[in-house]
């Protein structure tokens, strides 16, 4: 991704562990925190390319693969899980 873009912790673990395959674009659009479906269908694109880069084959042509949109990301989920679950058990506020 261009450019980085804060995230909620929360909604990437929800997205992340409820559409382990794959996630459509209203996965993205909440993921990525934006509205246009122009923007939607970028991101879409340039996942795809990284797809097709890994060999990572599609199942639905309306989806793309979970893993691979959160490493176009730069979303490393396992050091999001801890961080979370540190705030958490720390009883600090988890923020976006």
Same mark, same amino acid.
């Given at each position: 991704?261009?450019? +980085? *873009?804060?995230?909620?912790?929360? !909604?990437?673990?929800?997205?992340? =562990?409820? =559409?382990?395959? @794959?996630?459509?674009?209203?996965?993205? %659009?909440?993921?990525? #925190?934006?509205?246009?479906?122009? /923007? &939607?269908?970028?991101? %879409?694109?340039?996942? *795809? +390319?990284?797809?097709? @880069? +890994?060999? &990572?084959?599609?199942?639905?042509?309306?989806?793309? #693969? /979970? %893993? /691979? !949109? =959160?490493?176009?990301?730069?979303? #490393?989920?396992?050091? &999001?899980? *801890?961080? =979370?679950? +540190?705030?958490?058990?720390?009883?600090? @506020? &988890?923020?976006?």
């Amino acid at each position: 991704m261009n450019k +980085k *873009r804060p995230f909620n912790a929360e !909604t990437a673990l929800r997205i992340y =562990y409820a =559409y382990p395959n @794959e996630i459509g674009n209203p996965e993205l %659009k909440e993921l990525f #925190d934006v509205s246009a479906n122009s /923007t &939607v269908l970028s991101i %879409k694109k340039e996942v *795809r +390319k990284l797809m097709i @880069e +890994k060999g &990572v084959k599609v199942w639905n042509p309306q989806n793309v #693969d /979970t %893993k /691979t !949109t =959160y490493e176009y990301a730069g979303i #490393d989920i396992a050091a &999001v899980e *801890r961080s =979370y679950l +540190k705030m958490k058990k720390l009883g600090l @506020e &988890v923020q976006a």
